[in-house]
């Protein structure tokens, strides 16, 4: 169930005054089971490119493969796209509305036309897979805390069953424990389901601790590709167009240039811990 683009490019606005080429000529795959991250300075087109994967917006020119099929063929079932690619936008809690946190949750799969007895079934499902409390599940939505709206949010896409799992921004306007606990959860649903999750952050120390591959964007074009930690070897390139690597590889840098025996590309804690307590066995 890869994701594909082709050579994909998008105008807002065209033949009008406001036009804007927000995506240019931009090529990538993510292969099934993936954990990618997007990262990008504000403009650089990275809501645009994902709001382009479940066919909520529709490229100018290029192609979207979903599993092999071109989604902007004639026919091309547009409803089982959505519930195969889910999208968590930013401040997702601004979208819950029912009376409790289960009927929420099972907003989606009674859109999908499932019995009320099997979305009850899901949206259990769901909640438990982001350890969200049973006692409550009863609950107005909008008695909760910031970051257990944004578990339900999340619950409502996960009930859907989809294959991928898109979040624009997950963690926003969250403290730091809730932020952890949030992107805990996302990477234990990665583990035990094998879901491939599209994780969008302005947060360079999140992209390195939790995705295996980082997209950069840059004025609507893809500028780097790689692991964390050939993505953040390029941090003079990234502080250039407003980013920057994590902090523990800006310190694992100046110990280099003090005459410390390491590697200067360790993008979290661990591996910096790691290198480190190698260099003094």
């Known amino acids: 169930m890869s994701i594909t683009l082709e050579h994909v490019k998008y105008i807002y606005s065209p033949g009008t005054a406001y036009e804007k080429q927000a995506l240019r000529d931009v090529s990538l795959e993510i292969p099934q089971g993936q954990f990618a991250g997007i990262i990008g300075h504000t403009g650089s087109g990275k809501s645009t490119l994902i709001q382009?994967?479940?066919?909520?917006?529709?490229?100018?020119?290029?192609k979207i493969l979903y599993d092999g099929k071109n989604i902007y063929e004639e026919g091309?079932?547009?409803?089982?796209?959505?519930?195969?690619?889910?999208?968590?936008?930013?401040?997702?809690?601004?979208?819950?509305?029912?009376?409790?946190?289960?009927?929420?949750?099972?907003?989606?799969?009674r859109n999908q036309g499932l019995p009320q007895e099997e979305c009850e079934r899901r949206a259990k499902e769901a909640l438990d897979l982001v350890g969200f409390p049973e006692k409550y599940y009863r609950q107005s939505p909008f008695e909760l805390s910031g970051g257990q709206k944004r578990r339900v949010a999340i619950?409502?896409?996960?009930?859907?069953?989809?294959?991928?799992?898109?979040?624009?921004?997950p963690t926003a306007g969250l403290d730091p424990k809730g932020r952890d606990e949030i992107l805990d959860q996302v990477e234990r649903l990665h583990k035990e389901t094998g879901m491939t999750v599209i994780l969008v952050s302005h947060s360079m120390e999140d992209v390195a601790r939790y995705v295996e591959r980082i997209i950069v964007l840059n004025r609507g074009e893809k500028m780097l590709d790689g692991t964390p930690r050939e993505v953040f070897r390029h941090y003079k390139e990234l502080e250039k167009v407003g980013?920057?690597?994590?902090?523990?590889?800006?310190?694992?840098?100046?110990?280099?240039?003090?005459?410390?025996?390491?590697?200067?590309?360790?993008?979290?804690?661990k591996e910096a811990a790691d290198e480190i307590m190698r260099s003094f066995q």
């Open 76 to 109: 091309y079932d547009m409803r089982i796209l959505r519930s195969q690619v889910g999208l968590v936008f930013q401040y997702p809690e601004h979208q819950l509305f029912e009376v409790d946190v289960l009927s929420d949750v099972c907003f989606g799969p």
């Open 52 to 62: 382009h994967l479940n066919g909520l917006m529709k490229a100018t020119s290029g």
């Open 243 to 269: 980013l920057a690597a994590p902090q523990v590889t800006y310190v694992m840098h100046e110990l280099k240039e003090r005459g410390f025996d390491l590697p200067p590309d360790a993008t979290t804690i």
């Open 155 to 169: 619950a409502g896409v996960l009930a859907m069953r989809p294959k991928v799992l898109v979040l624009d921004e």
